[in-house]
């Protein structure tokens, strides 16, 4: 027994910590913004990753990457999701969209796209939810009608993030309707945003810029070039992108950050806060082994949704409960923002984690799957 | 990282699993409960002759893993003996001392401590070592089974007991608990199954399936805590706060599973018959000695301000120099 990540996840932290306390300003407030100072950030981030060939360390090497452990690939997204995701909306190209073309892609799907995501040049868009198909994604419904050169692609997406400002957009549609099951029919669209007939409108919301936008389809064309995979098989697809999704995000890297930050401030705070606090740290930990547990375990072929859920449901309600208790134990001179370190940005925190039961997921659904795979378990 | 525990430990744990199961599982603690005598003759013998209660938490890993998951066993069925107190004695204490009890100023009562003589009491405030005389049966109560009456007395023979030794009790008891609740989940999980209610499993309704879920994640993350927290102590990165952080993980997850189980269970889960009835009582004791969940955030604030935290952001403590863990 060792839970130890290893020595070459340490000095791999140890390096990044040192890269990002060159590379971020004091103030920096994370990358879903506008502003061009932002994006010289995010651009110099992503430059020097990828100069580093940090930024696909755990591709395979025949696609750039370094072969990485899985727990170097943990620790580069501890780090850089404690660090307000310095490589903006890049990240799902790293994480999942690249992965997921190694697996399903052509050669020559490859060959366009690999190149340019390791790079860190290619924001890619999902889109997945429509505004009648939520927690039921299956039951998703956007058409692509076959025609003799392909499809045509008429209707909407929704809550698509980043797709303003993306190139790409990872797009599930139906392509036919199968009586038995609502799961085949989907087929998956790689699609250039620029394509005639994409529209997006941003939709204003508590988290900020970026977060949620509609995305409009108006006689989009679509070639077999653009198919993802197998025609109507998508499905297979999307499974592989929740999976990579549901054991990616390490929230819980970010709310140890803000918990070490605050210990200072803490130490003059009232007895409850004080425990609050304590209380905060243990599940912080918890969430964390529960985290690499389930990591360990899909790397061994063994995860179970008991397993990947249950990390997941202990990691948002850390994020929930860490963004209230920071923003308690400030008061009000939290609810504003500021200029001076990560606690300054305590009000954008606490917005963002709104959403953190409900994004990817909700925790409704992620219960539904433990309890599941409990009770097949209780039978054996 | 490497999450697999030694083959040879999880034998032992199997091996106790099944002489415990032959001897009826949970229902061992019912007997217990009306002849207190069943705990020397037979459940001691039984861990005696597996070799449990010579294990040493804090010696080489293959045995130290066998110590923890041989307690989880334990743990399981509420096996009414205390192996945790038995094993947190320092092996160079053994066998002048033959139970080790934290306790946090007086005593009153405690678990079993009617089968020792040579008892010791470590105050969990740093007051020091003191000799637990036993000066009563076991006074049976609903909620303290098997609790005794001690004086804690000077004359501990100025013995000092190691801080490991300390931080692996609590990390012990973290092991007993966890067993627990894990039989909990699964009797949880398979009633939620079998039981019908308009006319379909209740397993079957949102508010059921919520219950057992948070029960599971409940019961995995104690698990982790435990794990993680006997890894630290054992490498000698652990400080009181770690301790004290998997006690408090224990008390939560047992005050959630055990909630959401009765809650699952409905009335019959409130029945002696039931083994979740038992398992609530017997595990009581534990989660309310030394001390419940107040206390224990109280503790570890202070502690986490002396020592700091480690994570992946680590709490420096409060005087700013490095933390210890
Ligand atoms: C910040 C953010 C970013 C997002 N980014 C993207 C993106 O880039 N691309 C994309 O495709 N989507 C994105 N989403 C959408 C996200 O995937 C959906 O919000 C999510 O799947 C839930 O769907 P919904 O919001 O329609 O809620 P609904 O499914 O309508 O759920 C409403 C409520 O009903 C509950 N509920 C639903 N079904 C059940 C059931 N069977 N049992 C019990 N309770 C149930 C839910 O848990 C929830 O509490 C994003 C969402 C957020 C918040």
């Not at chain 1, 699609?191 to 409009?216: C, K, T, W, Y």
């Not at chain 1, 009232?270 to 304590?278: H, K, L, M, Y």
């Not at chain 2, 499993?201 to 006997?230: C, N, Q, S």
Request: with cysteine; hydrophobic share 45%; aromatic share 6%.
């Amino acid at each position: 027994m060792d839970l130890d990540l290893g020595d070459p996840a340490d000095a791999l932290r140890a390096r990044l910590r040192e890269l990002l306390t060159e590379l971020l300003p004091d103030d920096w407030a994370g990358p879903f913004s506008d502003d061009p100072e932002v994006r010289r950030v995010v651009r110099s981030v992503l430059d020097r990753l990828a100069d580093e060939r940090l930024l696909t360390i755990d591709w395979p090497v025949e696609y750039g990457g370094a072969a990485a452990s899985v727990w170097e690939s943990t620790v580069l997204r501890e780090e850089m999701w404690a660090h307000l995701e310095p490589r903006g909306p890049q990240y799902m190209g790293l994480s999942w969209v690249g992965p997921t073309l190694m697996a399903f892609g052509t050669e020559a799907q490859k060959r366009t796209h690999l190149p340019p995501i390791a790079a860190g040049r290619r924001i890619w868009c999902q889109g997945f939810s429509e505004p009648e198909a939520g927690s039921d994604l299956g039951s998703l419904s956007l058409p692509a009608t076959a025609d003799d050169d392909g499809w045509v692609i008429n209707g909407q997406k929704i809550w698509t993030s980043y797709a303003p400002i993306a190139d790409w957009c990872f797009l599930a549609a139906r392509t036919s309707h199968d009586v038995r099951s609502k799961n085949r029919g989907v087929t998956i669209f790689l699609l250039p945003m620029d394509r005639a007939g994409i529209s997006v409108r941003p939709i204003a919301s508590m988290m900020g810029e970026q977060h949620l936008n509609e995305v409009f389809f108006d006689e989009v064309r679509a070639s077999r070039a653009d198919v993802l995979g197998e025609v109507d098989e998508g499905w297979q697809v999307i499974k592989y992108v929740l999976n990579h999704e549901r054991v990616g995000i390490p929230r819980y890297a970010r709310d140890e950050r803000l918990l070490a930050e605050l210990a200072e401030t803490t130490r003059d705070a009232d007895p409850a806060s004080r425990a609050d606090f304590a209380r905060a740290l243990v599940h912080a930990r918890t969430a964390r082994l529960l985290n690499h547990r389930a990591i360990a375990l899909r790397e061994q072929g063994g995860l179970t949704d008991r397993a990947a859920s249950g990390a997941r449901i202990a990691s948002i309600q850390l994020d929930q409960e860490v963004a209230g208790l920071v923003l308690d134990i400030l008061g009000p001179a939290g609810l504003r923002p500021g200029t001076d370190g990560l606690l300054s940005h305590a009000e954008d925190v606490y917005r963002y984690a709104r959403s953190a039961t409900i994004a990817s997921g909700t925790i409704e659904i992620q219960r539904m799957l433990v309890a599941r795979s409990l009770m097949q378990e209780a039978k054996q | 990282m490497n999450r697999a525990w030694a083959p040879e430990a999880r034998d032992l744990q199997s091996a106790v699993r099944s002489s415990l199961a032959g001897l009826g599982g949970v229902e061992l603690a019912r007997a217990a409960e009306e002849k207190a005598a069943v705990r020397v003759e037979q459940l001691r013998p039984a861990l005696e002759s597996l070799g449990v209660l010579e294990l040493d938490p804090l010696g080489e890993e293959v045995e130290s893993s066998a110590a923890v998951l041989a307690v989880r066993a334990c743990g399981e069925v509420v096996a009414p003996y205390p192996v945790t107190r038995v094993l947190s004695v320092p092996a160079a204490m053994r066998p002048g001392v033959d139970a080790l009890y934290v306790v946090d100023g007086c005593a009153g009562f405690l678990e079993h401590a009617d089968l020792f003589e040579q008892a010791i009491a470590v105050d969990a405030n740093g007051g020091g070592v003191r000799r637990a005389a036993n000066r009563s049966a076991a006074v049976r109560a609903p909620l303290d089974p098997f609790g005794a009456a001690v004086d804690l007395v000077d004359g501990a023979g100025g013995v000092a007991v190691t801080e490991s030794a300390v931080l692996m009790s609590y990390v012990l008891d973290a092991f007993w608990i966890a067993g627990a609740l894990q039989t909990v989940a699964t009797d949880a999980a398979r009633y939620a199954t079998q039981r019908r209610q308009f006319g379909k499993a209740i397993a079957t309704f949102g508010e059921i399936r919520w219950r057992l879920a948070d029960i599971a994640v409940a019961v995995d993350g104690l698990d982790e805590m435990a794990t993680f927290t006997w890894f630290q102590v054992r490498r000698g990165r652990a400080s009181i706060a770690d301790a004290l952080a998997v006690r408090l993980a224990m008390l939560e997850a047992a005050g959630s599973v055990l909630r959401n189980a009765h809650q699952v269970l409905g009335a019959i889960g409130l029945c002696e018959e039931h083994d979740l009835t038992v398992v609530d009582r017997h595990v009581t004791p534990t989660l309310i000695r030394p001390f419940g969940q107040g206390r224990t955030v109280a503790l570890l604030v202070d502690a986490i301000d002396r020592f700091g935290y480690g994570g992946t952001f680590d709490v420096a403590p409060g005087d700013g120099s490095i933390p210890t863990i």
